[in-house]
C-alpha cells in the first residue's frame, strides 16, 4: 500500500515545483506576465490571441482588439479585448446590446453623451467594472496602456454618434 502513497506524494511536489517555476522568472514586464500565465495553463493577456487593428471610421488609429471567445457577427456571448495605447479616445459610440467592459490593465475614463469631457467622465480602474447600456451614448479615454475585456450578447457593432 506504500507504492501508490509515494506516487501520489511524487505527483503533488511535481504540480508543487510547476506552479512555482513561473514565479521564479522576472515578472516586472507586461511581456513576461503573459508568458507566466501561458505556462500556468491559464489565458495568457496578449500572448496566444490573435490581435488585429481596430479599423472603424471616424475610430484613431493605434487600438487593437482580439477574439476571445464567440463570434461578433452571429447572436450569442462573445468576449473580445481591446489594447489601447495611453490617451486613445474611442470618440462617442453605441452599440445594439449591452457593453459589459472589464478593465484587465491600465484604467479607462467612461463617460455618456455626445460629447467627450474628460472631467465629467467615470474613472474605471484595473479590476474595475462598467457597463454601457444598449442603444446609450459613451466613450472612453485610455490613460496609460490600457487593455479592457468586454463581453456581451452578438452581434457586436459599434456606430458611431456622429453619423460615421
Ligand atoms: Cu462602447
Same mark, same amino acid.
Given at each position: 500500500?506504500?507504492?501508490?502513497?509515494?506516487?501520489? +506524494?511524487?505527483?503533488?511536489?511535481?504540480?508543487?515545483?510547476?506552479?512555482? /517555476?513561473?514565479?521564479?522568472? !522576472?515578472?516586472? @514586464?507586461?511581456?513576461?506576465?503573459?508568458?507566466?500565465?501561458?505556462?500556468?495553463?491559464? !489565458?495568457?493577456?496578449? $500572448?496566444?490571441? @490573435?490581435?488585429? $487593428? #481596430?479599423?472603424?471610421?471616424?475610430?484613431?488609429?493605434?487600438?487593437?482588439?482580439?477574439?476571445?471567445?464567440? $463570434?461578433?457577427? /452571429?447572436?450569442?456571448?462573445? #468576449?473580445?479585448?481591446? $489594447?489601447? =495605447? !495611453?490617451?486613445?479616445?474611442?470618440? =462617442? +459610440?453605441? +452599440?445594439?446590446?449591452?457593453?459589459? #467592459?472589464? *478593465?484587465?490593465?491600465? @484604467?479607462?475614463?467612461?463617460?455618456?453623451?455626445?460629447?467627450?469631457?474628460?472631467?465629467?467622465?467615470? *474613472?474605471?480602474?484595473?479590476?474595475?467594472?462598467?457597463?454601457? =447600456?444598449?442603444?446609450?451614448? +459613451?466613450?472612453?479615454?485610455?490613460?496609460?496602456?490600457?487593455?479592457?475585456?468586454?463581453?456581451?450578447?452578438?452581434?457586436?457593432? #459599434?456606430?458611431?454618434?456622429?453619423?460615421?
Amino acid at each position: 500500500m506504500n507504492v501508490p502513497m509515494r506516487g501520489a +506524494h511524487a505527483a503533488a511536489l511535481l504540480l508543487v515545483l510547476t506552479a512555482c /517555476s513561473p514565479a521564479a522568472e !522576472d515578472t516586472t @514586464s507586461q511581456e513576461t506576465l503573459g508568458a507566466a500565465a501561458t505556462a500556468e495553463g491559464g !489565458d495568457a493577456w496578449r $500572448d496566444g490571441l @490573435s490581435w488585429t $487593428d #481596430v479599423a472603424i471610421p471616424g475610430v484613431p488609429a493605434g487600438a487593437r482588439m482580439a477574439v476571445v471567445s464567440g $463570434d461578433l457577427a /452571429s447572436t450569442g456571448a462573445f #468576449v473580445l479585448r481591446l $489594447d489601447f =495605447p !495611453d490617451g486613445f479616445t474611442f470618440p =462617442p +459610440h453605441t +452599440h445594439p446590446t449591452d457593453e459589459h #467592459v472589464t *478593465v484587465l490593465e491600465g @484604467s479607462i475614463r467612461v463617460g455618456m453623451g455626445t460629447e467627450v469631457d474628460p472631467e465629467a467622465a467615470q *474613472v474605471v480602474e484595473t479590476g474595475g467594472f462598467i457597463t454601457a =447600456p444598449a442603444e446609450m451614448v +459613451h466613450y472612453a479615454i485610455a490613460d496609460g496602456r490600457t487593455m479592457v475585456q468586454v463581453h456581451g450578447m452578438g452581434p457586436f457593432a #459599434v456606430v458611431l454618434a456622429s453619423g460615421e
